[in-house]
């Protein structure tokens, strides 16, 4: 079973390239996006609301369950978030692995990187806002610029892509 691991800052392109894979999505996003239509409210809303109230962190075991559902049902899967430290992407790596044994699985785990160049983000970001309504706010796009770490196989990737 194939897993891709996207790493990237918002707007770098990443959620696009999922949608390209034809593999399941697993992502926090998706629960964000129905809890916005659930409420009639902005994507935006739902992100700041789950986030005071304390629902993503039930959002982020959803997105486990949807792990462990594929890595359980061997259904390839890409991991659409940001995963922009070292550190992140070991725990993550280290934990996807750690699945596959309990069910007695083979995991091939590819690592798809974006190297977007800031201007081209920003872009993004905007246009994403415009036409989706959907914006992050800019401090912290600009932390994840400043906390990205190039991902390297040492990390526990089988192999690695870079995009641009």
């Known amino acids: 079973m194939l897993t891709t691991i996207l790493v990237g800052s918002s ?3 990443k959620s696009t390239h999922a949608k390209t894979l034809g593999q399941i999505i697993c992502s926090t996003d998706k629960y964000v996006e129905e809890q916005a239509s659930i409420l009639g409210v902005s994507y935006d809303i739902a992100f700041q609301m789950s986030h005071s109230i304390g629902i993503f962190k039930k959002f982020t075991k959803y997105f486990y369950e ?7 049902n061997d259904k390839d899967f890409v ?11 070991c725990s993550l790596i280290t934990k996807l692995r750690e699945m596959a044994r309990k069910y007695g699985k ?5 690592g ?10 920003w872009q993004r970001l905007e246009r ?3 036409v989706e309504n959907k914006s992050i706010p800019t401090m912290l796009v600009e932390e994840q610029i400043e906390k990205y770490q190039l991902p390297t196989i040492e990390e526990g990737f089988d192999y690695l892509i870079k995009k641009i």
């Open 79 to 89: 991991i659409d978030r940001t995963n922009l430290g070292s550190e992140m992407r």
């Open 112 to 121: 798809v990187y974006f190297d977007t160049p800031e201007n081209v983000i």
């Open 66 to 72: 949807d792990i462990e559902y594929c890595i359980r």
């Open 11 to 13: 707007g770098s392109g």
């Open 128 to 130: 994403r806002k415009n």
């Open 106 to 110: 083979t995991i091939i785990i590819k």
